[in-house]
């Protein structure tokens, strides 16, 4: 059952943030949505279906693992790994994009659209769209394109046309920019499975209803395996899905501090990173208020992160309102600290973490050396590694 | 002169006359950084009863391919949202009668600050303000804001605008109405036909407030003009226009381009309404 919680509030804000900033063509398909979404989401069949899809076809629940190896090496609290990478198609997305297919099925709409970074939300829409027998088009930047190769090759293996975005930057803000103009385009038939927490309300709160099995699963396993509540929590933040969907169950236990990692790039202070809550301010892109960067003039500026998924300059507005109001803390982790994590886990735990997810690692393991033996630190292992190998080989100089 | 007064007063003259208002709609900063008030003069001066000045933004979701390519060249030129209103400053230098409409995204007028943008537009001499972005629901603060200073907030209705929606939108709406008479992109299709729905939703926002309604989005020549000249109040031509000017070299090559591009679409207009 997903938490009935009050945020966000009917117009789809949480405080001052989220809202429906969209183009009069899009509203009438975003209230049909809402109230579509408010009555599905409290419908015992719909949850149904959506769960047995999560039991049989996803692989849930996914484990809850204790990287022993990993908390000896560096000697402070135990680390616990959130396993989203065991998920099919390996990565915490397709509880999203499995929950927006039956949305879409209800709605009656035969063709799906997405956007796509690292390329894990496209793949993940592309295989529930061949599930259902749905025409699907995934945008993704040119730069994406490049680095996610293997990604790309799975979304066309799928059925699955994946259009490439050259406008502004040729990533992940862009490749929304053109889904967004492709859904205004073809309203009628074509519903839009976006892959984060953000955009125009009701999708910052059915994302995040989607993905809150991972909070759900992590809060009763933890209990189940060391009989209480974990002593932090540590997630990436890119547009922040899967951090909201292991926060958001534990927003209540306000003695569980919950640690979002934003991607530094090349360093905070060199400008070129992904970090608009620890270094951003409140503006309006993509459909929604949140946190993003952009210069004094207002214009969305271009990010960088060695991982393509966090390589975005806004944030799901659930997120701008968890850090106003303290309950969650937002950090930082660069490009170097990233891999380095990555490479620790692959060789003390045989796990080959996504790049994305290597920033929530890295920063758990700096976390938990100023912590003591018996402490918790939950980590959400957002996806697995493989779509980033040649990333990495190509960064050491490594011909493949 | 004030603001509200020159969009009433203007589209009182044409409805005595007769006349569809043209409003052409140009991208501030393209083809040229410092062209845009003499193309906003050509503009006048070829049959324009009303300007539309694009404030450029770097990530235009409601925009076609032209008007996006234009932003980012007018953003390279460092184009912002304080040089469109020294532009519409200067143009006011030689027109007090034209109105003139900006159109745009709210992170700029965000980022500037509501209270100083509206502050600073109506010292510019800005009549009204589009932001595709903000429908009505998120407006309420930039719309009070700006009502106090006599601008109106243009409110947008589309062929997906339901009746319910339809009300929203009429109450309190002032200036114009903007009719999107497509579902889609700026620029996008071959030139959009006006339809029986298209007509029943302008007469219905005409009836609700009182106000005129302009057509645009896909509208790209004269034969398109006068087709939708003829259902609505003024009718926009944006990314046609924006094409040939991002062809010229200098403000002379724009001016006349301008001259030729209008025209044609002046004189059909008129054809069919008069």
Redesign the interface.
Same mark, same amino acid.
Request: aromatic share 6%; no cysteine; net charge negative.
């Given at each position: 059952m997903f938490d009935l919680g009050s945020r966000p509030d009917a117009s789809g804000h949480f405080g001052e943030y989220g809202g429906k900033y969209v183009s009069e063509t899009l509203m009438a398909a975003l209230d049909d949505l809402n109230k579509a979404w408010q009555k599905l989401r409290k419908d015992p069949e719909f949850l149904n279906e959506f769960d047995n899809d999560l039991n049989f076809y996803v692989g849930r629940p996914s484990p809850l693992y204790h990287a022993k190896r990993l908390s000896e090496k560096i000697g402070g609290a135990q680390i616990l790994l959130k396993r989203e990478d065991l998920n099919h198609t390996g990565a915490h997305k397709i509880n999203n994009t499995v929950g927006q297919a039956l949305l879409a099925r209800y709605l009656g709409k035969d063709r799906v659209i997405a956007e796509t970074g690292a390329g894990q939300h496209g793949v993940a829409s592309a295989t529930v769209a061949a599930r259902l027998g749905m025409q699907c088009v995934v945008y993704m930047g040119e730069v994406d394109i490049h680095r996610q190769a293997i990604n790309v090759y799975r979304m066309r293996l799928l059925g699955a046309e994946v259009r490439s975005v050259t406008s502004g930057s040729a990533t992940l803000k862009d490749a929304l920019n053109e889904a967004m103009r492709d859904w205004v385009s073809n309203v009628d038939s074509t519903y839009y499975i976006i892959g984060t927490v953000a955009g125009p309300h009701p999708y910052p709160q059915l994302v995040r209803d989607f993905n809150s099995v991972i909070g759900r699963e992590a809060r009763r396993q933890v209990q189940a395996q060391f009989g209480r509540l974990p002593d932090a929590l540590v997630a990436c933040v890119g547009g922040g899905s899967n951090a909201i969907g292991l926060f958001h169950p534990f927003v209540d236990d306000t003695e569980v501090p919950m640690y979002g990692v934003e991607a530094a790039g090349r360093g905070l202070e060199s400008g070129q990173h992904a970090a608009p809550l620890t270094t951003g301010r409140v503006g309006v892109l993509h459909g929604n208020k949140s946190y993003l960067m952009d210069d004094d003039n207002g214009q969305i500026l271009h990010t960088h992160s060695v991982s393509a998924g966090l390589d975005y300059p806004g944030v799901g507005p659930e997120h701008s309102w968890l850090k106003d109001s303290g309950r969650a803390e937002y950090v930082a982790i660069d490009d170097k600290e990233a891999l380095d994590a990555f490479h620790l886990l692959t060789r003390t735990e045989g796990i080959l973490p996504a790049l994305e997810s290597s920033h929530a690692v890295a920063y758990a393991c700096k976390l938990a050396a100023t912590m003591s033996a018996d402490k918790l630190v939950l980590v959400n292992l957002s996806g697995r590694g493989d779509k980033d190998v040649h990333t990495v080989a190509e960064l050491e100089g490594i011909q493949l | 002169m004030s603001q509200q007064y020159r969009l009433k007063s203007c589209f009182q003259v044409l409805a005595e006359q007769q006349r569809t208002a043209l409003i052409p709609f140009i991208t501030a900063g393209d083809p040229l950084a410092d062209a845009s008030v003499d193309i906003m003069h050509a503009l006048v001066d070829a049959g324009a009863d009303v300007i539309e000045l694009g404030i450029p933004?770097? !990530?235009?979701?409601?925009?076609? %391919?032209v008007i996006? $390519?234009a932003s980012?060249r007018a953003?390279e030129r460092g184009v912002? $949202?304080?040089t469109v209103l020294q532009d519409v400053h200067n143009f006011r230098q030689n027109n007090q009668k034209t109105p003139v409409i900006l159109m745009g995204?709210?992170? %700029? $007028?965000? /980022?500037?600050g509501f209270a100083q943008f509206a502050e600073s537009a109506a010292a510019a001499g800005v009549d009204g303000v589009l932001i @595709? !972005?903000? %429908?009505p629901?998120?407006s309420v603060v930039l719309e009070s804001l700006l009502a106090a200073v006599g601008i109106s907030m243009i409110? $947008? @209705?589309? %062929? &997906? &605008? &339901?009746a319910e /929606?339809m009300r929203l939108?009429a109450a309190e709406a002032t200036g114009f109405i903007y009719y @999107?008479a497509l579902?889609?992109?700026t620029g996008?299709g071959s030139g959009a036909n006006s339809d029986a729905e298209s007509g029943q939703r302008i007469k219905t926002m005409r009836e609700l407030t009182g106000l005129p309604v302009a057509a645009g989005f896909g509208i790209k020549d004269a034969e398109s003009a006068a087709d939708w000249a003829q259902l609505a109040d003024a009718v926009v031509i944006g990314s046609a226009l924006v094409t040939r000017l991002a062809e010229c070299e200098s403000s002379g090559q724009a001016c006349e381009a301008v001259k030729s591009f209008l025209a044609p679409i002046r004189i059909a207009m008129d054809n069919v309404t008069q």
């Open positions: - | 933004f770097s !990530d235009p979701m409601a925009d076609g %391919p996006q $390519l980012e953003i912002s $949202l304080r995204y709210l992170n %700029p $007028l965000y /980022r500037m @595709v !972005d903000s %429908p629901e998120e409110r $947008l @209705v589309a %062929p &997906t &605008t &339901t /929606r939108i @999107v579902k889609g992109i996008a």
